[in-house]
């Protein structure tokens, strides 16, 4: 795993986005408000989303070592705009407590876990920072109220994508290929995409030339991995179809 935050900032930056994505919610002129980010949501989805989310994840570090996590509560959540911000109020404090009641290095199933992030509690909060992270520019954006991301969290949640979601042993199935990523703020990645899989390392002085390198802010990076913004978006330099590969590849199929 790259170098991340302490489990104690992640811990307060969950608690921290979390009220941020309130705020914006609260801000929205409705529930019924779309989210353009998420085609075909409207807020009151997305809340529910990210709020049974946290909910299941508690329930997973909780649970301890397992070989599949445990069902998802099916309860909707309430449609009030009052008791909606409760529900997720309550549904996120229930998460942090049971991440400080595991500790970081408590194992538990994940998704992920033949990657390069951990499957401990660590894992799962890093993760959940980021999810946080991204869905409140989701509800910002669905607000108006579109506010900067810090850049130091970003900068983890570029790193912490290319740990999570874009680690893999399945085989690439392209001719190989080394996708870099620079930030304005002057941290840069490497992705390595081969017949061994996709595995992230940091990127050296020396490394070969880039098959496709983007560039921007670390905001616009991490908006960029996880979906929300576009190639068009960002500088991009080399041969842009190995990000549309990327992007569609599904290494599980």
Request: with cysteine; hydrophobic share 45%; aromatic share 8%.
């Amino acid at each position: 795993m790259t170098e991340s935050l302490e489990f104690s900032a992640l811990l307060r930056l969950i608690g921290e986005r979390s009220a941020a994505f309130g705020s914006a919610v609260a801000a929205a002129p409705g529930l019924d408000a779309p989210v353009p980010s998420c085609p075909g949501w409207t807020l009151f989805d997305l809340v529910q989303h990210l709020g049974t989310g946290q909910r299941w994840w508690a329930a997973i570090v909780a649970a301890g070592p397992a070989e599949a996590p445990p069902a998802k509560d099916a309860a909707k959540a309430p449609r009030e705009l009052d008791a909606l911000l409760a529900w997720y109020a309550e549904s996120n404090e229930l998460l942090l407590r049971t991440l400080r009641e595991a500790g970081p290095e408590r194992a538990c199933w994940t998704w992920w876990s033949a990657g390069v992030s951990p499957a401990n509690a660590r894992g799962v909060a890093r993760r959940r920072v980021h999810e946080v992270l991204v869905h409140t520019y989701d509800a910002q954006l669905a607000a108006g109220t579109v506010q900067p991301m810090p850049a130091d969290v970003a900068l983890d949640g570029v790193a912490e994508f290319l740990d999570t979601c874009n680690s893999t042993p399945a085989a690439w199935p392209h001719e190989a290929a080394t996708v870099h990523y620079h930030a304005a703020e002057g941290r840069s990645w490497l992705l390595a995409l081969d017949g061994t899989g996709a595995w992230p390392a940091p990127l050296t002085n020396d490394a070969a030339p880039a098959s496709v390198s983007a560039t921007g802010t670390a905001e616009q990076l991490l908006l960029f991995v996880w979906g929300r913004l576009t190639p068009g978006d960002l500088k991009i330099e080399g041969d842009p179809q190995v990000f549309e590969r990327l992007i569609t590849w599904e290494p599980g199929e």
